[in-house]
C-alpha cells in the first residue's frame, strides 16, 4: 500500500519546522506556520485523528528536525533470540526504545534490556543500522533510525517490566506475533545471519 500523502505531511512538517527554526522574518514565520498547519490537515483528512493529537505529533517538534533514533538489542541464546511482549500492542519485540539523551547507543541498550527482560547485558557489535522507511514498518508520523545491538548477558534473569508482559527466547523459524512497528520478520531474520556468521560486516540502510 502506498502512503505518499504520509511522505508528504512528513516533508511539509520538516521544512516548516525547519522554517521556523531559522527564520527571522515575519512574513517568512507566518508562512511556514501555514505549512505546518497544511502537514496537520493532511494528516488529519487521511487518518481521522483528532487535530489536537496531530498537533501534539507535529507541530511540538522545534528545532532542526532528524531522523529519531530507536535502539534494539539482539540477545542470543542456544540459538533463540531474545524478545519481550509489549503491553502497548499485545505483541513481541526485540528489547530496546529511544535513546536517551546523555547516554551512548551502547549504554540505552544495556539500559533498556535490564528494564524490559531484567537481563544485565554487554553490548558487544552494532549489527545493523536501517532507515525504517526502507523496510516494511506500518507507516509512522516521525523518520526512524533502527539500530540494532548484540549483547551478551552477564547476569540478571527474565524478568517483565513496565512496558512487557512477557520474556522469551525464540528460535528462527518459531518467531510470534510481532509487534511491527517495532522490528520485522525480515530483520530479525537479518540478526540471526550475525549469528551464523560472527565475522559479517555491518549492515546499513
Known sequence: MSYK??????????????????????????????LRNLSAQIMREY??????????????????????IDVRGAVFNNNKILLVKEKIDDRWSLPGGFCDIGLSPSENIAKEIKEEA????????????????KHPHPPQA??????????EIIGGQARNGLETKGVHFYHEDNLPNLSL???????I???FEFLRDPHKDTIFD
Open 142 to 151: 516521525y523518520h526512524y533510525y533502527k539500530l540494532f545491538i548484540q549483547c
Open 181 to 187: 512497528g517495532r522490528n520485522t520478520d525480515t530483520q
Open 189 to 191: 531474520k537479518l540478526l
Open 47 to 68: 487518518t481521522g485523528l483528532e487535530m489536537q493529537k496531530i498537533k501534539d505529533l507535529f507541530t511540538n517538534e522545534t528545532g532542526y528536525p532528524t531522523p529519531k
Open 5 to 34: 500523502w504520509l511522505e508528504w505531511a512528513k516533508k511539509i512538517q520538516s521544512i516548516s519546522q525547519a522554517g521556523l527554526t531559522f527564520s527571522k522574518d515575519v512574513y517568512d514565520i507566518e508562512r511556514y506556520e501555514e
Open 118 to 133: 531484567g537481563y544485565d547485558v554487554v553490548p558487544t557489535k552494532l549489527l545493523a543500522l536501517l532507515d525504517m522507511n
